[in-house]
């Protein structure tokens, strides 16, 4: 399952940001254009949104890991994950893995407690890789539409 290559990670900064838009538009695809996708990142950005990238050799975006940094009275200090995507050309090769240890390293030297993330409950492959990656099942997502 891991790449027979070196996976390169990197944070992308405000001028890098339509790099990550093809990876995110395979978990996001109501993303259609990529100027409005680098105006929400811009704006989410303002929020402490970021975003690790994994390249392949290449030096092509593959996987994306969207994320900030919280602090709430639930889990203290934390990274939470808003976005974990990957091209499907790319799956299966360690991708996704790498950006989740990246993550892991950076919640650690921010001194956080833990790392959050939500998944939609039909992404059996992406359930597995959090399971195998040391996660728990901790609590049920609620969302009411207004």
Not at 44 to 60: H, K, L, P, T, V
Request: glycine share 8%; with cysteine; hydrophobic share 40%.
């Amino acid at each position: 399952m891991t790449s027979q290559h070196t996976t390169r990670i990197a944070e992308l900064d405000g001028g890098d940001t339509a790099l990550a838009f093809d990876a995110l538009r395979e978990l996001r695809p109501h993303l259609t254009d990529v100027g409005e996708f680098v105006e929400v990142v811009r704006a989410q950005r303002r929020e402490g949104y970021r975003i690790a990238a994994s390249f392949d050799a290449d030096g092509r975006v593959v996987a994306v890991a969207g994320f900030r940094h919280m602090t709430n009275l639930y889990a203290g200090s934390h990274l939470y994950i808003d976005d974990l995507s990957t091209l499907p050309s790319a799956r299966r090769q360690g991708h996704a893995g790498a950006l989740l240890r990246w993550v892991d390293e950076e919640a650690r030297r921010l001194g956080c407690t833990a790392v959050h993330l939500d998944s939609g409950t039909p992404r059996h492959h992406a359930h597995r890789l959090y399971l195998g990656s040391g996660y728990d099942i901790t609590a049920f997502h609620f969302v009411r539409k207004l």
